[in-house]
């Protein structure tokens, strides 16, 4: 009897970009899985080698095809599929312009990434952009840290800031119903799951393509769930942040006081410039409202430099704002000028690269800066009894890696426990000893 031969082919995904393009590449490993593929953790074992890229800004389009080339020298008898949003950006024009690559899949409708998978190998070098998918696709098996998830509960965006290409890529605002976001969430605690991560390009917009308001509705809805769980609510647009909102995580301990607002800048006319209707001493009060009302809460904020018309008199209101606001954390980049946003024809755009320098160096100021209002801020945790959800096991030692609510996976600081006892994806509860830069030191409260 002839032996039945094994069709199955390994795949591995490379992720870039954002906790959104996460849950992309969480989908295309279901959807691959399905059709009989296996999934590889390292692309040595992989036949199909899968780049789900960014391309939000210069640097993260440069980071997609670097990391597609270094594959094609690394690996050069490998198909090699170019996915994700720069794929879903550039199209066809990817395959005249990288002869390293396979095949081009767009990212609105990631279910069918076995039909270009199994295209590029009978040869064909495709390039898709499907229709947008379903709402709520499956997924299995989770990338993030144990024990934290990310739900994705909207797509695209609506708000139209003149700087970003997220529209131009991922489309118009397209909301999840609360029900589903709700099946999801019950589904991830169900498996095990203690941190639930929402996003979107704008938590709070959710249902207003539908005229609805539906994120407090969400979140009202979530807190009639029972069980001990986090949920951290990552991105809301400032200039339409619900102050109801305060309200709900005063009253809901499970919904963290964790609030990311990206600023962007603090000077009226840059914001103007980007399409923002908020100024300095708006956001400002913003900050004193949430802290007012929740003493406790951790805010995470993003500054953008180099925007074209940006003056040294904007440089120093965006550091003065920075100083008072005193903001837990802070990201900052620099300005991209990016082919078909309104920023790009903007008066001073084409100067951009000119001005580079300034910007970066001003980035590198912003950055000390808020180092020391961050080290600040973690100083007051010390001596505090906080749940930590641990990461990952220190090799070799006796402690561990994890985060307490005020951190966000990956972008944050992170907590070093000091225990050989912590189990990854589990809450531990700790008492916060010292500080080492910007991580805060542990003990479990059951070893002191």
């Avoid at 094994?6 to 059709?35: R, W």
């Avoid at 969430?185 to 938590?203: H, R, Y």
Wanted: hydrophobic share 40%; charged share 25%; with cysteine.
């Amino acid at each position: 009897m002839q032996e039945k031969k094994d069709n199955k082919k390994t795949f591995f995904i490379e992720n870039l970009g954002c906790s959104k393009n996460q849950v992309d590449a969480e989908v295309m490993i279901a959807s691959l899985e399905k059709e009989g593929w296996t999934y590889a953790e390292a692309p040595d074992n992989a036949e199909l080698i899968i780049v789900n890229t960014c391309g939000f800004i210069e640097a993260a389009k440069a980071e997609s095809i670097d990391t597609a080339i270094s594959f094609r020298k690394i690996y050069p008898g490998k198909k090699i599929l170019m996915a994700g949003c720069f794929a879903q950006r550039y199209g066809a024009s990817l395959l005249d312009k990288m002869p390293e690559i396979d095949g081009v899949f767009g990212n609105l409708n990631l279910q069918i990434v076995p039909e270009i998978a199994k295209s590029v190998f009978q040869g064909d070098r495709p390039a898709i952009l499907p229709l947008e998918g379903s709402s709520r696709p499956e997924r299995k098996s989770l990338l993030s840290f144990p024990g934290s998830a990310y739900v994705k509960i909207s797509e695209g965006c609506n708000h139209r800031c003149s700087y970003c290409a997220i529209p131009i890529i991922r489309g118009n605002l397209r909301s999840r119903t609360v029900e589903d976001v709700l099946v999801e969430i019950k589904g991830l605690l169900d498996s095990g799951i203690v941190e639930i991560n929402l996003i979107a390009q704008d938590l709070a917009a959710l249902g207003t393509d539908r005229k609805e308001k539906d994120f407090l509705k969400l979140l009202n809805e979530i807190s009639k769930l029972p069980g001990k769980f986090w949920i951290r609510l990552l991105y809301i647009h400032p200039d339409f942040f619900p102050l109801e909102l305060i309200d709900i995580v005063a009253a809901e301990k499970r919904i963290l006081p964790y609030f990311d607002i990206p600023f962007q800048h603090a000077a009226k006319p840059v914001l103007t410039g980007m399409g923002r209707k908020g100024s300095s001493s708006e956001y400002l009060n913003l900050v004193d409202k949430i802290r007012s009302r929740i003493p406790e809460s951790v805010i995470r904020s993003t500054f953008m430099v180099g925007f074209p018309g940006e003056t040294a008199a904007h440089r120093r209101e965006l550091l003065d704002f920075q100083t008072r606001a005193s903001l837990d954390w802070v990201g900052t980049f620099i300005y991209s000028r990016e082919e078909d946003t309104r920023a790009y024809s903007m008066r001073g755009s084409l100067a951009h690269r000119f001005a580079q320098p300034v910007a970066s160096k001003f980035k590198g100021k912003l950055e000390v800066n808020q180092i020391r209002i961050t080290e600040r801020q973690m100083d007051r945790f010390i001596g505090k009894d906080l749940d930590i959800l641990i990461e990952e096991k220190v090799e070799a030692e006796s402690m561990a890696l994890g985060r307490a609510y005020l951190h966000a996976a990956e972008v944050d600081g992170s907590v070093v426990v000091l225990s050989d006892k912590a189990v990854p994806g589990k809450m531990m509860q700790c008492r916060i000893t010292g500080r080492n830069g910007i991580d805060l030191e542990a003990v479990p409260l059951d070893e002191l």
